[in-house]
């Protein structure tokens, strides 16, 4: 596992959060999925409240408006030291601003935004809430790809946004590729496949680490929601991608590493 208390480095999914019509049963699903207990953040932030694991923040959740037309999705946040500037240069290279910069509540900023394929993400400038104390544990932020139907538009995106290089996995049916800052590994960039349904759109899946992937992927069920793709094995672990009770997609990976504090 990792704990951290300092900002992430610049292009690094930092933090994940869900907006819902109903924070109460996402509350039900996701602390009984996960263990997680909840921090209300108060009237000023419409009830926001910080996901826990042992007390460390994994992720956020709240309410979602109601004019808010597109579905509710895990959105994955990139950090940025100057959201600003880095907002500035997701609309000079062909991306959309869909939430300008914005003061939160924690002296933390943000802002949502497109890439020119149709993902949404989010940028996060850290304040008190640097972005997920804790990762790559179970029941934490274990991993974070953009999934898009035109890859080579997706890559030059967020290389001149981040400075991302992205190494390419030669052997996949798939394009799919790591992107790579600073010599660092920290997210994925794949070709969605012709069999998805032509009305999933572009979007960022988030991966929530776990002990047993099919235990959960079981759980889930019992919980109301679904396996939207059953339990797997792959290189990196058992994947499985589920659905909460109010429909919202989201993978688990089992946590194959012996932990350790960073």
């Known amino acids: 596992m990792i704990v951290r208390d300092t900002p992430y480095p610049d292009g690094t999914p930092c933090w994940v959060d869900l907006l819902v019509p109903d924070p109460r049963r996402a509350m039900d699903f996701y602390g009984a999925l996960f263990g997680w207990a909840f921090a209300d ?16 923040i994994v992720a956020g959740l709240g309410g979602r408006k109601p004019r808010q037309e597109a579905p509710p999705v895990w959105t994955t ?7 600003d500037a880095t907002a500035a240069r ?14 939160m509540l924690w002296g933390s900023r943000m802002a949502l935004a497109s890439d020119p394929t149709g993902a949404v993400f989010g940028l996060w400038q850290a304040g008190r809430v640097i972005g997920a104390q804790l990762t790559d544990a179970p029941s934490a932020l274990m991993w974070n790809e953009c999934l ?3 890859f080579s538009t997706a890559k030059e995106f967020y290389g001149r946004v981040f400075g991302y290089t992205v190494s390419r996995q030669e052997d996949q049916d798939l394009a799919y590729g790591t992107f790579v800052s600073d010599e660092r590994v920290v997210g994925g960039l794949g070709e969605l ?70």
């Open 41 to 56: 953040q108060g009237d000023e932030t419409d009830n926001y409240l910080l996901c826990l694991v042992n007390g460390r």
């Open 77 to 83: 946040y990139l950090a940025t030291s100057d959201v």
């Open 90 to 103: 997701v609309t000079d290279a062909g991306g959309r601003l869909l939430t300008g910069p914005t003061d």
């Open 148 to 150: 898009t139907r035109d």
């Open 193 to 262: 496949s012709t069999e998805v349904p032509a009305d999933v759109p572009p979007h960022w899946m988030t991966y929530f680490g776990v002990v047993d992937t099919d235990a959960v992927a079981a759980r889930a069920t019992e919980l109301d929601g679904n396996v939207v793709v059953p339990p797997a094995d792959s290189p990196y672990g058992r994947v499985a991608v589920l659905a909460d009770n109010q429909g919202v997609g989201f993978s688990v990976i089992t946590v194959t590493a012996e932990p350790e504090a960073t």
